[in-house]
Nanobody, 119 residues
Framework: QVQLVESGGGLVQPGGSLRLSCAASGSIFSMYAMGWYRQAPGKQRELVAAITSGGNLNYADSVKGRFTVSRDNAKNTVYLQMNSLKPEDTAVYYC?????????????WGQGTQVTVSS
């Protein structure tokens, strides 16, 4: 079992920056692939960025060059640094932990943190 708690959301002007954090507890954090997803009103939840247990990175095309995902296994925390924010980045951002053990999928979600980009 993994518990995830996001923080760092808020209101920011276009062109500004925010750093989201997701603190994990309850299991071996370093063994999990971690991801950031977002869901805007009326839209489906979408992958923003992900980092595997081995450090491989994956980004949505819409955030490449602006967002950076990283993890600190010693602190059981994953981060999302968001720069050059746009109004279309407005959404609830969710942290996700995923691991496969003996072909069994284990997926956990945080409660979400609101990011609003507006002038």
């Amino acid at each position: 079992q993994v518990q995830l708690v996001e923080s760092g959301g808020g209101l920011v002007q276009p062109g500004g920056s925010l750093r989201l954090s997701c603190a994990a507890s309850g299991s071996i954090f370093s063994m999990y692939a971690m991801g950031w997803y977002r869901q805007a009103p009326g839209k489906q939840r979408e992958l923003v960025a992900a980092i595997t247990s081995g450090g491989n990175l994956n980004y949505a095309d819409s955030v490449k060059g602006r967002f950076t995902v990283s993890r600190d296994n010693a602190k059981n925390t994953v981060y999302l640094q968001m720069n050059s924010l746009k109004p279309e980045d407005t959404a609830v951002y969710y942290c996700n932990a995923h691991r496969e053990i003996a072909r069994q999928q284990y997926t956990y979600w945080g409660q979400g943190t609101q990011v609003t980009v507006s002038s």
